[in-house]
């Protein structure tokens, strides 16, 4: 038994199990990482459009193009932290407001669908565990 669970171990490697309900989800540093800036696109977004400005308005402020602020806003371009703080400044809000909490992302993580990559993954590590473990 000891051996199994140290294989166990060895298989699992650098990743997290994430236990929530009864579902075990797998949490990779790249996806957390990914979560991190989903979730400053999500904030962007909504303090642009607080702020009465389209993306195309929030591109020029920054010497950017649209697609660039789209991007942004969907979480795939990892923006740089003095970008973050340019866009905090022409949005008039502090950069607290922009950059999340630890809390914020993991809700964002235990909240949205898990992507097929990660029902492979899980499937993947449960199999693994129950060949280990039999």
Same mark, same amino acid.
């Given at each position: ?63 950017? /193009?649209?697609?660039?602020? =789209? ?8 923006? &740089? $932290?003095?970008? +973050?703080?340019? !866009? ?21 993580? /235990?909240?949205?669908?898990? =992507? ?8 993947? &590590? $449960?199999?693994? +565990?129950?060949? !280990?473990?039999?």
């Amino acid at each position: 038994m000891i051996y199994k669970l140290l294989h166990l171990q060895s298989v699992l490697g650098n990743c997290k199990l994430h236990c929530r309900d009864r579902f075990i989800f797998y949490q990779s540093m790249e996806d957390f990482n990914s979560s991190v800036y989903q979730v400053i696109g999500e904030k962007i977004k909504a303090r642009r459009i607080e702020n009465n400005l389209k993306q195309s308005d929030l591109a020029d402020l920054l010497g950017l /193009n649209r697609v660039s602020i =789209s991007n942004i806003e969907s979480g795939r371009h990892q923006v &740089s $932290l003095a970008t +973050i703080y340019k !866009i905090a400044s022409i949005l008039n809000t502090d950069i607290s407001e922009i950059l999340p909490t630890a809390k914020e992302i993991e809700t964002f993580i /235990n909240n949205r669908p898990p =992507s097929l990559l990660d029902q492979m993954k899980m499937h993947l &590590s $449960l199999n693994s +565990i129950e060949a !280990i473990l039999a």
